[in-house]
């Protein structure tokens, strides 16, 4: 854990003085493509899984259920937390 910690504490130094460079667009390309792959070897990995594709009857409603209140809970976060800083930018302009 600690060892991965200090991976994205490197980076976030690095990013910092690299930011103005024109690396930066290459950078977020091959992170696109990278978490494509990751999600492509995820799939592999659970459709390998017997015990996962038996169950995906059973796991699938709790995976919707689950990312339906997921998704929920994030747009009224957001929501909220757009009401509050657009209150604010109001309250600033007067």
């Known amino acids: 854990m600690f060892s991965i910690m200090l991976t994205m504490l490197a980076g976030v130094i690095v990013g910092h003085f690299l930011r103005r ?3 930066s667009a290459r950078v977020e390309r091959t992170i696109s ?3 494509l792959i ?4 995820l799939g592999l990995m659970v459709g390998a899984n017997p015990r996962i594709v038996s169950n995906l ?13 997921s998704l929920g809970g994030s ?10 800083i657009l209150k ?6 007067k």
């Open 75 to 84: 747009v009224l976060a957001a929501g909220v937390v757009s009401h509050i």
């Open 21 to 23: 460079s024109s690396c």
């Open 57 to 69: 009857g059973r796991l699938g409603w709790q995976a919707v259920i689950l990312a339906v209140l």
């Open 88 to 93: 604010k930018r109001k309250e600033n302009k």
């Open 33 to 35: 493509f990278t978490i």
């Open 38 to 41: 990751l999600l492509f070897v």
